[in-house]
């Protein structure tokens, strides 16, 4: 069982940055990977960036040059810093962590309004 938790949502500017943070806890799979995925009003849940255990990163074409995902391993931590967002940013940000199964955090709101 894994156990993950976001942090980090808020209102922001359009053009402005966020970081947000995922803490996972619990027993682990070797192999795994941990992302960002996120839901606005009316639309599916869609993926924003993952990371694998490998290092190796994917990004949804909304997020390429815009966002990145690190992992910091000591601490079981991803986050995901966020620049020049814009309004269709605004969206309910899950953190996922996958190892063979998918297990989610609740969510943090990200707000993209002036």
């Known amino acids: 069982q894994v156990h993950v938790v976001e942090s980090g949502g808020g209102l922001v500017q359009p053009g402005g940055s966020l970081r947000l943070s995922c803490a996972a806890s619990g027993t682990f799979f070797t192999d795994n990977a941990m992302g960002w995925y996120r839901q606005a009003p009316g639309k599916e849940r869609e993926m924003v960036a993952r990371?694998?255990?490998?290092?190796?990163?994917i990004y949804a074409d909304s997020a390429k040059g815009r966002f990145t995902i690190s992992r910091e391993n000591a601490k079981n931590t991803i986050y995901l810093q966020m620049n020049s967002l814009k309004p269709e940013d605004t969206a309910v940000y899950y953190c996922?962590?996958?190892?063979?199964?998918?297990?989610w955090g609740k969510g943090t709101l990200v707000t993209v309004s002036s």
């Open positions: 990371i694998f255990s490998g290092g190796r990163t």
């Open positions: 996922n962590y996958w190892g063979g199964m998918d297990f």
